[in-house]
């Protein structure tokens, strides 16, 4: 039998009772999923165009948390250097597009295939490593890359501090069923569709064997290597498939902003990724999307508080979110649905 069918992951944790949930959508979820996939459809239409890139931003960063939550909320490895791996999938990105004139859809898989097999080989002498030394590491991963980037002998390919333009992609119809297309809407429909591919391919990865091992090491690692477990390599698949949502989110990134330079990789975004993730939940599929909102607006929604100190609002807001939402906010969301549905159940009872 395969260990990691064998180890029974229902804990107790809300993660556990994740993994060991049924491999099929309840109807209510398919529901859910289609009215919100729907009301994203249209919303690039009712917007402007600097909010439907920020939109764009946040389908982005929804794809690099989910990744790094692979990594840190399914498999108990902490990383503070994905940001590397997110610049990794950037500049592959837009060296292949300005180098080679290779289509900007057709980089994005060759970004993930990139940053998969660069996480994979920084995950196998991790392996020695727990803990904040593990933390430790990957923080210099993250400090370090930026500075490689700059390395004179590899300006050629990655433009020095300079960077590289690139251009936005043009639709490639005008206009969807009588309404306009432009650039930035164009842009924000292909992300959406990565995005919708990407968790689902991550939904399954969890839900399945790969996800009950990943978590069982996260839990008792000892207790999955006696039921057959290979850690090691599931350890160094995390980090691969890790590696590979951020980098494609990185590549997608890149094509957003249509530049990227080593000063827009620096440390502060791996420490934004991992706030993000912890906001919108550890072992959380959904906290994905919810912490996306909050690295792409709580930021700009603190500026605007305060010009004069716009990061002490950000942290008070932090404060206030993990005090009020210990469990980030999907963990908020599904108490709060919990309690609905025995409300419910008691007054259907009574």
Known sequence: MDGASAIDTNTGSPAAQLAAAPSGLRRGQVITAAVLLAIACALPFFISNYRTFQFSMVLIYAIALLGLNILTGFNGQISLGHGAFYAIGAYVTAILMDKFGVPYWACIPLAGAVCMVAGFLFGLPALRLEGTYLALATFALGVALPQLLKYKHLEEWTGGVNGIVLNKPDPPFASV??????????????????????????????????????????????????????????????????????????????????????????????????????????????????????????????????????????????????????????????????????????????
Do not use: C
Not at 192 to 211: A, D, I
């Open 177 to 350: 069923f009588g309404l306009h297309l432009n650039p930035d809407r164009w842009f924000f429909f292909f992300t959406l569709f990565v995005t919708v591919v990407m968790f689902l391919l991550g939904w399954n990865l969890l839900r399945g064997r790969v996800g009950r091992a990943l978590i069982a090491i996260r839990d008792q690692p000892i207790a999955a290597s006696t039921m057959g477990i290979d850690n090691a390599l599931y350890k160094s698949l995390a980090f691969g498939v890790s590696a590979m949502f951020t980098g494609v989110a990185g590549a997608l990134g890149g094509i957003a902003v249509a530049f990227v330079a080593p000063d827009s990789f620096t440390i502060f975004l791996s420490i934004t990724l991992m706030v993000g993730m912890v906001v919108g939940g550890l072992a959380s599929i959904s906290g994905a999307f919810y912490g996306a909102l909050f690295v792409q607006f709580v930021p700009n929604l603190a500026d605007q508080i305060s010009k004069a100190a716009p990061w002490a609002i950000y942290g008070i807001l932090m404060i206030v979110f993990m005090y009020v939402m210990p469990t980030g906010v999907a963990g908020a969301v599904r108490l709060a649905w919990a309690r609905v549905k025995r409300r419910k159940e008691e007054t259907t009872a009574a």
